[in-house]
């Protein structure tokens, strides 16, 4: 599970430029958002939360089609499905690794981005927290549209139009409690645990749903 892991990180990086292009790409989005609602500062400071969330979930969702792309074009994941060990594991260690290559880099880079927006440092702490913690649910979810579309050509298109809808709880949440710990940091609590709890149900339905398609598409 370890090789596993290490693979996956490393084939993550290179393919399409990996964590770079994520990082770039969630960039390119906040940083356009002044050019369009104007130079005013109150402005985006209030909704520099909501903005850089966005810009992360779309970011999020750039890689998710090479979850097992690369798997099956070397034919590995045929592999990965004769293997012994029960393949709901190794779809959530490969969302592991995935979630450190491209997800985490856009948690590490938020605070830049939201000074860019003119965020309070209460804001930045708060939406950095809120990514590190609803990121994974993104990943975990992408897993299951990633495995359906995988036999697919221009699969990636479809892995979003899969992704979005179910990745709107987690945006709503994160925001949510964003905004909560700006305003009051008492409210920030209850959708913040939402939010865990989102990513939790979506740490166990992801990886068996993905194994499921995966069955699916080899039988």
């Known amino acids: 599970m370890i090789a596993l892991f290490l693979r996956d990180i490393k084939l993550s990086v290179r393919a399409g430029g990996g964590a770079l292009i994520g990082v770039l790409f969630f960039l390119t989005v906040v940083a356009v958002i002044p050019f369009g609602v104007g130079p005013d500062m109150n402005l985006l400071s209030r909704i ?37 060990t029960p393949l709901v ?7 592991l690794a995935h979630w ?3 997800c985490l880099p856009l948690v590490i ?8 927006m003119n965020m309070s440092e209460t804001a930045i702490g708060a939406v950095m927290l809120t990514l590190l913690v609803g990121s994974p649910a993104l990943t975990f979810i992408g897993a299951a549209g990633a495995a359906v579309a ?13 992704v979005l809808p179910l990745a709107i709880p987690v945006l709503i949440f994160g925001v949510s409690a964003s905004y909560a710990a700006v305003e009051d940091p008492a409210p920030f609590l209850p959708p913040f645990l939402f939010l865990s709890a ?5 740490a166990v339905i992801g990886p068996s749903a993905a194994a499921l398609a995966l069955r699916n598409m080899a039988d």
Not at 89 to 95: A, D, E, G, N, Y
Not at 150 to 162: H, T
Not at 198 to 202: E, R
Request: hydrophobic fraction near 60%; proline fraction near 4%.
């Open 48 to 84: 520099g939360p909501a903005i850089v969330w966005i810009g992360a979930l779309l970011s999020a969702l750039l890689g998710l089609d090479r979850l097992f792309q690369a798997d099956r074009d070397d034919g590995s994941l045929d592999l990965l499905l004769m293997q012994e």
């Open 89 to 95: 594991v190794t779809v959530f260690i490969k969302c």
């Open 100 to 102: 450190v290559a491209t």
């Open 109 to 116: 880079a938020s605070p830049l981005l939201g000074l860019f």
């Open 150 to 162: 995988v036999a697919l050509p221009r699969g990636g298109l479809l892995v979003s139009i899969l």
């Open 198 to 202: 989102l990513t939790l149900f979506f």
